[in-house]
Structure formats: structure tokens, C-alpha cells
């Protein structure tokens, strides 16, 4: 799925490794990423932690998101690598519910993500 997705590619996003229980994810911060602050944007880090979201939630049949949010809670900087390891919380008939943790080389939590999916059942 991740080859198929022209942004993550723009972005430089690729999978680290794939098991039963979780998805890790990762980019190298480049001067792409950051702000006028010269800190990486946090849409970075968010379309990051996306991306770990939409494989981790679309692996068992097609979802769709209807509910996100991110927590900032730690600054990268250009060359850091971040790491988006995303687990699944919860998945019913009808919703599925996933967080990613977005940590930096050092192991620093840089954001928090939280994601709801509506499964359509279709794939």
C-alpha cells in the first residue's frame, strides 16, 4: 500500500518493519519538513503518523478515517530520524481504533496520534 502512495514518497516515508502486533514507520527530517522556526512542521509529523495509521488500519480490509488527532510533545530537527510505531486499540464490526507514537533517534516521544477508522468491510 505504502508504494502506492505518492505523498508518503514526496515525504520519504518507509516501513521499517511489519509484525503481528504493530507497524513502525519511518522518515528522516529534511529541510522539506520544517518551518519558519526551523523545526519540523508539525502536518510532518502528522502526515507520519498517518501513514502508519492507514496501513495499520487497512491490513485487515479496507477503513476509512473518521476521527484523528496529534499531541506535539517534543521539537526534530533537520536529520533526525522519526519513527511512527503504530499498535491497534481496538477493532470491532464497525470502528477500529489505533495509536502511534512518533519518537525521534534519541527515543524522545515527539507526538502522540490517535486514530478512529469506520471499516466498510470492503477490500
Wanted: glycine fraction near 10%; proline fraction near 1%; include cysteine.
Amino acid at each position: 500500500m505504502l508504494a502506492a502512495d505518492p505523498y508518503a514518497a514526496n515525504l520519504g516515508v518507509v516501513v521499517d518493519t511489519v509484525t503481528e502486533d504493530q507497524i513502525v514507520v519511518s522518515m528522516e527530517v529534511t529541510d522539506r519538513h520544517l518551518n519558519f522556526l526551523g523545526v519540523s512542521h508539525g502536518g510532518a509529523v502528522f502526515s507520519l503518523a498517518d501513514c502508519a495509521f492507514s496501513l495499520a488500519s487497512n491490513s485487515a480490509g479496507r477503513a476509512l478515517a473518521i476521527d484523528t488527532h496529534l499531541v506535539l510533545t517534543a521539537a526534530s530537527r533537520h536529520g533526525d530520524r522519526l519513527q511512527a510505531t503504530v499498535r491497534e486499540l481496538s477493532r470491532g464490526g464497525t470502528l477500529g481504533t489505533y495509536r502511534a507514537e512518533v519518537t525521534r533517534q534519541d527515543g524522545r516521544l515527539v507526538g502522540l496520534f490517535t486514530g478512529t477508522v469506520h471499516i466498510s468491510g470492503d477490500s
